[in-house]
């Protein structure tokens, strides 16, 4: 049972456009939220995160919204750029020691 | 460089074999993790070591065994090697447990033929 899903395997957007990617959670118990970004021949790297206390996080062009009656969050990225296109993953923990819990990923294109 | 090294970066092997992968944290860390990460699919935990000691498993397949040592250097041990094995493994390391920004390795791609 997938508790992190992301729908969208991909997603292509123009550059100076907004990307917005999805991702949906099943398990209430989650509290904390993250963005990792992965390119080709590299691992994830951090991106950005949130708390459920929060419904809204801003790191520069990023920035991630958190809808936890719809248990959705979304992250936006705005303006576009091709150094962008990558696998974005979203993740997700309860708090305390367990292991992060991530999603298939999405890729994203971003045209120039 | 992430600070977190894994070697070998690419691995080819038979099916049945054994071979063992390798992941130094980046210095400072004490938690180390590792996720496999199969075609088409996403980061799958395995297990989590801190400081020495094991903190968590996840769908970790007993053929699979890991383990930190007092340098806080990790190894992930996968025995009787099946084709389904092939992947990528990652490792990924954090200062303490409660701290989500894992610093992740580039991975070992493992190939079973």
């Known amino acids: 049972d997938q508790q992190v899903k992301q729908n969208s395997p991909s997603l292509s957007v123009q550059e100076g456009r907004i990307s917005i990617l999805n991702c949906d959670y099943t398990?209430?118990?989650?509290?904390?939220f993250l963005w990792y970004k992965k390119y080709p021949a590299e691992g994830p790297t951090f991106l950005i995160s949130?708390?459920?206390?929060?419904d809204k996080n801003e790191d520069g062009r990023f920035t991630v919204f958190l809808n936890k009656s719809a248990k959705h969050l979304s992250l936006h990225i705005v303006p576009s750029q091709p150094g962008d296109s990558a696998v974005y993953f979203c993740a997700a923990s309860n708090s305390g020691n367990t292991p992060l819990v991530f999603g298939k990923g999405t890729r994203l294109s971003v045209i120039a | 460089d992430s600070g977190v090294t894994q070697t070998p970066k690419h691995l080819i092997t038979a099916t049945g074999q054994r071979v063992t992968l390798r992941c130094s944290p980046r210095?400072?860390?004490?938690?180390v993790y590792w996720y496999q990460q199969s075609l088409d699919q996403g980061l799958q935990f395995l297990i989590h070591y801190y400081n020495g000691e094991e903190r968590a498993k996840g769908n970790i397949l007993e053929r699979f065994s890991a383990q930190q040592f007092p340098d806080l250097h990790s190894e992930l041990n996968l025995s009787s090697l099946e084709l389904g094995d092939s992947a990528l493994y990652f490792c990924?390391?954090?200062?303490?447990?409660?701290?989500?920004?894992?610093?992740f390795g580039s991975g070992t791609r493992l190939t079973v033929v």
């Open positions: 210095s400072g860390d004490l938690s």
């Open positions: 949130i708390s459920s206390i929060k």
């Open positions: 398990n209430s118990m989650f509290d904390y």
């Open positions: 990924a390391s954090t200062d303490s447990p409660g701290n989500y920004g894992y610093t």
